[in-house]
């Protein structure tokens, strides 16, 4: 592939020219405490004009030291300084780390409040949640289960482990959310790797960005993108859990590492793997038009039923081998990911629909390389490359003889599959690449430049084993190739109490569409190929003022751009049919918030408001085509959605910890007439249904340390989850009382958990849906009830 090789050749031509142009005579290194790095310290040369402090990874560099004998002095705040003595000899590179211990008088006399990493990024000027999941590590969640507790977002799921779901920001979602694992996207990585298949463990922080969305993720996010950050700077660690549950439920995590320093030599590995029967009552509900229908002795009855086709499977491996700290790289590594998926369908749109022999599986594969440098050819800028190519193969099996009902296997035989009216077994292969260049170069202290590169190849091809009907439009490979730029221009006023960012992002999209027309029953089918290229361009503005060290105000703008997905323009090749005019839908996303922080003693302090707007149109929708069987996607709908979110938070020194928060929006349809024609549209102005539109969280937690020996501790946590009802359909059609609802709900979960020797090991009890209410996300798609489950983990460092 040539965007493949041209990756190569510039790759392996910056390490060249890189390694020719070093410096021979640099100083560079880690600070930390422990494993864990220091941001901010500062590091000088003894009686020398020479100095730096460490990044954010707690890295420094000393540049132009000429040769002979030195000290180098370290020292941060709540630290005992520390220095090393040595001697620089004539074309010699060193390295030299440091590890602080803390000045403990210093610390009972003064209250240190240095801001973690999460902190500076929710205090920058994008709207932004951004999570520490150490504290969830020792609990049976998944990503989704996190970040369902945090403001602004809705997840709806529509059953268990594995289930299919909506992902929601500030009331835009499905496509119109990215998500990406260390700044790659995430369709990256196939169906096997997803948000409700990652276990907590592998994430060290992870980052929310609303509606406004910073270029270096180089993402067409049009309602936000979703970070999920990992451990990129401990040198050596062993994270390894492994949970049991109802339902069948087994999920284990691996995740690791180790650097020799001498060599340099990294070894990343990581994995885990869910399995889940998903068999839970299914409990007839008929006030909210959700009956469960069982078939007794030739008779209908309404009654609970247990899920029998629902197993989900997702095991997931990563491996990265590399260098780091060399002249020519800070870090490089060869990367390999595989993931096997298997997965049962047990219901359609809704549990009327029962499926019984219905399934998918798939096997991913990606190789990748990545390049990071500070200082890269000139002073200042740093340089992170990523490469990766990808094949993606899965199946989807329909070849079902019977009816399926809630009793299971009923005794009507299927000539055709259950899902299409033909037995079907299509096989696809998803081939990606993927080229991401990210380019920054700090001026001075109040200015930075960002560039930020990224291509994006898919392609989809298929075949159909039991050729029953000639309407594969993927018997030669449909692609979509993709191109975003990104600009960004950072500057500080006022001693850095005001931060402006300015951005401009250009977008270029490519296909080539196959699309198989059904024309008649004596015709048959008919195939037509379309490729286009067009460009788009966005921009928008970031901008934060310190109010004072603990409080400031943020604003931020984006006209934001959704590029078209490979299904909405290919189809699927089953019953989604192909529209190669699709247009990208867009929004004006407008954010205006504030925060204050405040720590004193041993109390915290947190709060955090925000207004948001959404101005979108050319929304993508599936509607239907071809009588009813077969559907396709278009741009129908504009939208207006506003609504405020906020959030305080109270934590006592590592005893307590307490948060509330509360998320409102209003979406209304903003489609004056109905698409394609003159006549009015009867909702305009409506709200749009099917929306949670005012939802909230609260979480309590208790712990103590050496409560039971020294090196141990207990943790309680408390987590309740509220959701207001919301119509299924239209308010102006028909009367409020014939309108289907979405109940509210309020549930909560519990988690229990007791560490020794330091965190060392751990383990843990929780039990969700404590009430054992029931709860749907969406209407007639019932999730689990009462269960619970326990977890093992092993960690050290």
Known sequence: MSYWKSLLLFLFSSLSLNAFSQNPTIITGYIKDGNQVIAGASIMIKGGQIGATSNEQGYYELNNVKQGPYTIIVSYLGYLKESKSITLNNNQNLSLNFSLKKDLQQLQNVSIQGKTKAQEIKESGFSVNAIDTKQFANTTADLNQVLNRTTGVKIREQGGLGSNFNFSINGLSGKQVRFFLDGIPMESFGGGMSLNNIPVNIAERIEVYKGV????????????????????YTQKFLDASYSYGSFNTTRAALNGRFTDKKTGLIFNFSGFHNYSDN??????????????????????????????????????????????????????????????????????????????????????????????????????????????????????????????????KGKTELIAGELNGVKTIYHYKNTGGLVRANFTYKINDNQDLNLNYTYNHFGRSAVEDLKKVDNNNFDIPNTIDK???????????????????????????GTFVRNAVYLSRESSW????????????????????????????????????????????????????????????????????????????????????AYFFRDAKDFIYSSPAGGGIYTSYENVGKARIQGAEAEIKYGYDQLLDLSVNASYQKSKNNQRYIFGTSNLDPTYGDNIPNQPWLYGNANFGIGKNDLIGKGTRIQFNWFSQYVHWFYLKWESRGSKESNNKIPQQLSHNAAVSYSFQKGKYNISAECLNITDELTYDNFRLQKPGRSFFMKLRYFIK
């Open 213 to 232: 969305v910073p270029v270096e993720l180089g993402s067409d996010a049009l309602g936000g993108a979703v970070n999920v950050i990992t451990d990129q």
């Open 279 to 408: 068999d839970y009552m299914m409990r007839n509900n008929p006030k909210y038009d959700a009956a469960i229908k069982v078939t007794e002795n030739d008779e209908v009855v309404l009654k609970d039923a247990r899920r029998f086709h629902d197993a989900y499977r997702s095991t997931m491996g990563q491996i990265d081998i590399g260098l780091s700290n060399k002249s020519w790289a800070d870090r490089i590594t060869l990367g390999l990911t595989y993931s096997n998926l298997y997965k049962e369908i047990q219901t359609g749109a809704s549990q009327n629909k029962v499926f019984g022999g219905l399934h998918t599986r798939g096997n991913f594969v990606m190789p990748s390389i990545k390049y990071k440098k500070n200082n890269f050819l000139i002073k200042g800028l740093t340089v992170n490359i990523l490469g990766a190519l990808s094949i993606d193969r899965s199946d989807v099996v329909d070849t079902a003889s019977n009816i399926y009902g809630w009793e299971g």
């Open 483 to 509: 191109t975003i730029v990104g600009l960004a221009y950072q500057t500080n006023f006022f001693d850095k109490r005001l931060t402006n960012t300015l951005f401009t992002k250009f977008y270029r999209l």
């Open 526 to 609: 008919a195939k037509a190929d379309t490729s286009a290229t067009n460009n788009y361009l966005g921009y928008g503005i970031a901008s934060r003022y310190k109010l004072t060290e603990n409080a400031g105000l943020k604003f931020s703008y984006e006209h934001a751009y959704r590029l078209q997905e490979g299904e909405e323009l290919f189809g699927n090749g089953i019953n989604t049919s192909a529209n190669p005019k699709l247009k990208p839908e867009q929004s004006d996303n407008i954010n205006i918030g504030t925060y204050y922080n405040y720590q004193i003693n041993k109390h915290r302090f947190a709060v955090e408001a």
